[in-house]
């Protein structure tokens, strides 16, 4: 028997480790850190990437003053992750299918949802999974719209839609559940047109990412399944809109899915049912990724380039706002769902207990 071993495991190991910087096209100091990528863009898509993030932390703050006024049902706080959803959501066609997950409705607001709609979904109305856009209602079981992602891709190709991807996202924490390998490892075998995004936003509730996983990334966990993977930095909205326009294009050109790891961050609570983020990460943890907050970055090349003011975005601000006013007001219009039809909704013929259950719903109803 020879001395060594005949394999170095932990050569291997190390090696895991030995993976690309993650793609950035503007640093946190609004330094430019590829240029060629940086004038690809016109000044009015500047603007326009900025808009959206704007409009993205004035739904979230809107949204969570509705929450606290008791007016929402469930509610996954965006602020910080606006470059990461709306970088990646702009790079989409109206004809993609979206498969989104809880902290997702500002893209399927995007994608073609309206915001009434949105907050019907937040209080569990049936209307708000009847939205015209072509998405799914977001997915609360984590990793679970993988799966979904795969079975609609493999539809886009039976049904030969050329220039039409699944696209959809989970968490950190659901790159551990295994729907998430499941959906990647069919796309993969079936070479289907999908986008697998992982919003990787440091933590999964109070878990952190370290804690997640072994992985050094979880772009990796694609490399599995045969994807080609990427991290980026989530807090460029540049980057990200690049990255996702690029992946588009190389799955629609029949080359079958990609994954993207973007790096954020989820500046507040898990949700609005009230955790509270100072008992699992301290200020010290928090405080660098504020400071590479998206907002800022794109805010200083546009005032640079004498694109941006204050008074406009305020104004911006104020005009977001009354229109989610305005349509929290239609979603208050809309009569309560009643037990009674969603029982009736669960199956085309009920059990004969659901049938029991219904009158006695109905029954109740009526006085
Ligand atoms: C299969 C499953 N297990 C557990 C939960 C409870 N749960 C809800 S959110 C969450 C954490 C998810 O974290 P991550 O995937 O990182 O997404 P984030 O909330 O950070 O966007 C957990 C464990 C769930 N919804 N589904
Ligand atoms: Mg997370």
Redesign the pocket.
Known sequence: MANEPIVDFEAIKNDLTNVPKPIQVLNESAEVTDQEVFDSFSDDDLVEFMKKMVWERALHEQTMNFSRQGRMGFY?PTEGEEASEMGTVLAMKKQDYLLP???DVPQLIQHGATVTEAYLWSRGHVIGNKFKARSLMPQ?????AYNEAAGVAMGIKKNKEEDAIAFTY??????S?G?SYEGMNFAGAFQVPALFIV???G???S?PRKK?TAAPTLAQKAVAAGIPSVQVDGMDILACYAVAKAARDYITAGNGPVMIETLTY?YGA??SAGDDPKRYRTKEDTQPWFDKDPLIRLRKVLEDKGLWSDEQEDKMVEEYKASFKDSIKEADKVAPDKVSDMLKRTFEIPTPEMRKEIEKFVEKESK
Not at 140 to 144: K, Q, R
Not at 170 to 175: F, K, P
């Open positions: 996954a997950a809880y902290r609360i079981i984590i990793g679970a989970t968490g950190d924490g659901g790159t559940q729907d919003q990787n936003n933590f999964a509730i878990t997640q989820r898990h949700s």
